[in-house]
């Protein structure tokens, strides 16, 4: 079992930069993939960045550029560095772990952008 809490929402204006860290508690191992999805009001959740623990990272086309993921293997943390912030980019930010046979979520953390 995993429980991820997630933490650094918030309100900021367009152009500003937030960070979203995430903490894992639970079994994570190498074969785990951790990443950040997103749901804003009235769509689905769609990833906005993974990361494996060997580095591999994909990120949504609307982010590339603008957002960085990292991962901490030792300390089972991952983080979403995001700059350049867009109106567009406002949501609940979830933090997902997932292997070959199980997925866990966070409670998600709200970033609001205002124009």
């Known amino acids: 079992q995993v429980q991820l809490v997630e933490s650094g929402g918030g309100l900021v204006q367009a152009g500003g930069s937030l960070k979203l860290s995430c903490s894992a508690a639970?079994?994570?191992?190498?074969?785990?993939?951790m990443g950040w999805y997103r749901q804003a009001p009235g769509k689905q959740r769609d990833m906005v960045a993974t990361?494996?623990?060997?580095?591999?990272?994909d990120y949504a086309d609307s982010v590339k550029g603008r957002f960085t993921i990292s991962r901490d293997n030792a300390k089972n943390t991952v983080v979403l560095q995001m700059n350049s912030l867009e109106p567009e980019d406002t949501a609940v930010y979830y933090c997902?772990?997932?292997?070959?046979?199980?997925?866990?979520w966070g409670k998600g953390t709200l970033v609001t952008v205002s124009s």
């Open positions: 639970g079994s994570i191992r190498s074969t785990h993939v």
């Open positions: 997902n772990v997932r292997s070959l046979v199980a997925t866990y």
């Open positions: 990361i494996t623990s060997g580095g591999n990272t």
